[in-house]
């Protein structure tokens, strides 16, 4: 199930998700000492990432990471963990703890698909809190319609928390949370702004199969709250 809030313009959506995801950090640190909050890339969450680094928090006892990742080298100018650190690990955020999906000291064989999820494996803790976004195709995370690796990432069975995907209409392979793992997040929040993906989330929440996003919107252990503006 998803829950829709509507802001006036993208500042304002910006800001007010900025709120919501620091009040429910601020209950996972309250409830258990600690909080871990995964992010998506691109650049649409610049604005919410700069907003949410200006809130007073507990951020010592918060961890950051990433909800996917482009194999690519992390000063790379696609990489999500460059965009992070340049603009939410930033201000107050800056005392907060980074857990990479990609090393940065990966050579051209480290970032091989198998080699980068072994590393991201290997340090992945579970969201208390997550932030989705989403494309003009539907996809979140780097779950890509067409994707090879699709099916194995929605699978009610699937086992894994991370697995490596290969867009067919986006350049790099990816490293992504899988479905079962967005869904095990206490806290899911979807940031999507214009028309256009007003029209594909409309089709995706109505059950369209050919939108992974939907598949996140409803399903049965999921609680998103959507944050839109035009």
Known sequence: MFIWCEQDNPAQAAEALAQAVAAALQTAVAQQGSAVL???GGRSPIAFFEALSQIDLAWDKITVALVDERIVPTCHADSNSGLVRRHLLQNKAAAATWLPMVDDAADETQLASESALAFARSYYRQPDVLV????ADGHTASLFPQAPQL?????ADCSETLIHTTPVTAPHERISMTLNAIAQTQSVFLAIQGADKKAVFDRAAAGDAAYPIGLVLNHTGVECHVFYTN
């Open 38 to 40: 995964a992010v998506s």
């Open 151 to 155: 099916a194995a990432g929605i699978a």
């Open 132 to 135: 989705l976004g989403m494309g």
